[in-house]
């Protein structure tokens, strides 16, 4: 009986934090969909949304769960500023021009965070209160960041199919030089769309930064993981994204009670692996229409 | 006038050209390298600013002495950005060409043996602050001193403090897959079953875990009421702040190497009763056959450095402490004679025993230092390190209850 309680809670505990994993890969997602771009500095912006939340809280005492919208818009501007740094001129170039440039300032921002920071440990403590069921706990922040999560992908979602400059997104995506045609700003398009994937990215920094204590190199495994992720879900899908999230927690909770978890990430890559070879679509094989050529 | 000129600059560079091999005989130069970046940095830079504090501290007092000739200490240092592969480069740099006559050790049990791969093959000497591993000294080196406890004991105080609470317990290990933090586990196994304990699990997870929900949740389906285990800073924080937040129900919460750091109450209740075995505590009591009183370095490392003392601080001091004596006992900065003196020494310092083993299948390992427990307790609402165990070195009573 403790057996399946304990399977049920590892399940539950995988729902919960895959969630935040889906919406980290979200932001990946979307720009690769969108610009076949190769986002590296995925995991400082994840890491900068933790170190937002921290100052926020810590410094100017914003309640844990206000400093959403202004890390949000906040990741929007420092996406957009990036875009125009290192990506605008990689466009159109073979991926591995934008894949080094990102990971050129990937480097840079977390070698500035190291020389300020160093790797100590920071911690936002946030009280909460969870559900039990039996001796198994799960934390109100978990709870609190799943939820959270299921509404961004929400708004998303009403953004992308919803709104003019959400269809324009899509329309970029789709084919460039038909949006173009239409009178669509398609840089400031592409713009926009890395900054929205920047944001994404920052949130989800700081949704995991009410659930674990972090430093300025904590963003390496979930850029890994995002990865992963969005090979599950599909190229360019956020929705897939979110979905090949709470995948692989169900897959981690699910394995936990009965393998090692040192071999977990071997059987994630394993995976990873498998659904490129026959999945190459994700594994929903939902994916945003790309644009031709 | 210009042919005056010219002679006296001649004389003057004759001079400097004399003078110069007299002044490099003055200085002894040590090397190292420092985790300023990567995920050792916490640790790492906090031992070399107690090897930093040892060093102006000596060149203060006018250097190492022997005899009548005083010798000015200077570093040579890299980062060794936390990973194997510089330090194998950066310790031959620093013998080869930074022409380092001792060395000390970098930060952690896997960066340790790399580096003595390297300063045995040319017979440098090399203070040990930073790997605990007993494995490294099982290789037949000649030159490697270790001045802090074997990984073998670390746990070896927190089964002694559980066996004086209860006779029975049942006790969950979850260690970092490092080689310091599986040594660590492997012995404290075997202390564990001695001491007639059940072990509820067993299972180690990769150093860059960020997510322990999993293993937690094993930890509560195995009914451990005891946790031991961890590896370094970071995992081992994140695994104290989920065990509570999972409210897990421990009697004793036993983690690696993070709780010794100021930084760790951060994590504010989470924090509460966790016990951390440690190399050094500021409040030991100590008598020091030479060099500062326990309380003299706990002073001069806040004064010169405004952040609290731990005991990665106090092993980065006593690496130049060591060998500083062991050169003016020795009256030589020759590598045997150094080394002779090294093997020879059975001292008591501010950081506790020195005396290492001399055979050949584990030359240079430590075998007088002893740890303490520390442990997290609230008093008058603020969170404070407390030791608890040895009886002769406590601060506070071991709590040994349920959170």
Wanted: glycine share 10%; with cysteine.
């Amino acid at each position: 009986m403790t057996t399946m309680i304990g399977l049920f809670a590892s399940l539950v505990d995988g729902l919960l934090v895959g969630s935040v994993y889906g919406l980290a890969a979200m932001g990946i997602s979307l720009i690769w969909g969108v610009m076949d771009v190769i986002n590296l500095t995925h995991g400082a912006m994840i890491v900068a949304g933790m170190f937002s939340l921290y100052l926020l809280v810590d410094t100017l005492g914003v309640p844990v769960y206000l400093t959403l919208p202004p890390i949000f818009i906040g990741g929007l501007i420092v996406g957009i500023a990036l875009y125009w740094i290192a990506v605008h001129h990689m466009i159109g170039q073979p991926p591995l021009m934008s894949l080094l440039s990102t990971f050129a300032v990937n480097l840079v921002l977390i070698g500035l965070g190291t020389a300020k920071w160093g790797t100590v440990l920071f911690n936002v403590p946030v009280s909460l209160p969870g559900a039990s069921i039996g001796r198994y706990t799960f934390p109100g922040t978990h709870i609190a960041a799943a939820l959270l999560t299921a509404a961004i992908a929400f708004l998303l979602y009403l953004f992308l199919f919803h709104t003019r400059p959400g269809k324009a997104v899509r329309a970029v995506s789709g084919n460039r030089e038909a949006a173009e045609l239409v009178g669509i700003p398609t840089t400031r398009m592409l713009a926009f769309a890395f900054g929205l994937g920047v944001a994404l990215a920052c949130v989800s920094g700081m949704l995991i930064g009410t659930l674990f204590p972090f430093t300025v190199l904590s963003g390496d495994a979930y850029q890994l993981k995002s990865f992963v992720v969005t090979v599950l879900g599909g190229l360019g899908n956020p929705a897939g994204a979110l979905i090949g999230g709470i995948a692989i927690g169900l897959f981690e909770g699910l394995t936990a009670p009965f393998i090692p978890v040192n071999w977990t990430l071997v059987f994630e890559f394993v995976l990873f692996v498998v659904v490129l070879i026959a999945f190459p679509g994700g594994l929903l094989s939902l994916r945003l229409p790309r644009r031709a050529g | 006038m210009k042919r005056f000129c010219v002679i006296a600059l001649g004389v003057a560079s004759g001079a400097i050209l004399i003078a110069s091999p007299a002044f490099a005989e003055d200085t002894i130069t040590i090397g190292m390298t420092l985790s300023k970046t990567g995920s050792l940095n916490v640790d790492s830079v906090a031992e070399y600013k107690g090897s930093e504090l040892w060093r102006d501290q000596v060149n203060k007092a006018g250097g190492i002495k022997i005899g009548n000739k005083h010798y000015m200490v200077k570093f040579v240092d890299y980062d060794d950005q936390s990973q194997g592969s510089r330090v194998q480069q950066l310790y031959t740099r620093l013998i080869v060409q930074d022409h380092a006559q001792f060395l000390f050790s970098p930060y952690s049990s896997g960066l340790t043996a790399t580096a003595a791969v390297i300063t045995e093959q040319y017979g440098k000497i090399m203070l040990d602050g930073g790997g605990a591993e007993g494995k490294i000294f099982e290789l037949g080196n000649k030159y490697l001193f270790q001045c802090i406890t074997a990984a073998d004991h670390y746990l070896t105080g927190a089964i002694d403090a559980l066996k004086e609470k209860t006779e029975t317990a049942s006790i969950a290990f979850v260690y970092s897959d490092d080689p310091f933090s599986k040594a660590v586990v492997a012995a404290a196994r075997k202390q564990a079953a001695a001491a007639g304990f059940k072990e509820a699990m067993i299972e180690s997870y990769p150093p860059s875990t960020t997510d322990f929900s999993p293993i937690i949740n094993k930890i509560i389906s195995s009914g451990a009421d005891v946790f031991m285990g961890g590896g370094h800073y970071p995992d081992g924080a994140t695994l104290a702040r989920q065990l509570y937040d999972q409210r897990v129900k421990l009697k004793q919460t036993t983690i690696l190497v993070a709780p010794d750091s100021p930084k760790f109450k951060s994590l504010g209740d989470a924090s509460l009763d966790v016990t951390v075995p440690s190399q050094w505590e500021p409040a030991v009591t100590y008598k020091p056959d030479f060099g500062p009183t326990p309380k003299e370095f706990a002073k001069a490392y806040e004064d010169a450095f405004h952040t609290g003392v731990d005991y990665h601080a106090a092993s980065g001091y006593i690496e130049g402490l060591l060998l500083q004596h062991a050169i003016e006992q020795a009256e030589s900065i020759d590598a045997e004679k150094v080394a002779a003196q090294l093997n020879k020494m059975d001292v008591s310092t501010f950081f506790g025993k020195y005396k290492v083993a001399t055979g050949a299948k584990d030359h240079g390992l430590q075998e007088a230092h002893q740890m303490v427990l520390a442990q997290w307790q609230k008093k008058n609402g603020e969170l404070k390190l407390e030791m608890v165990w040895p009886d002769a070195a406590k601060t506070s009573d071991f709590v040994f209850a349920q959170r």
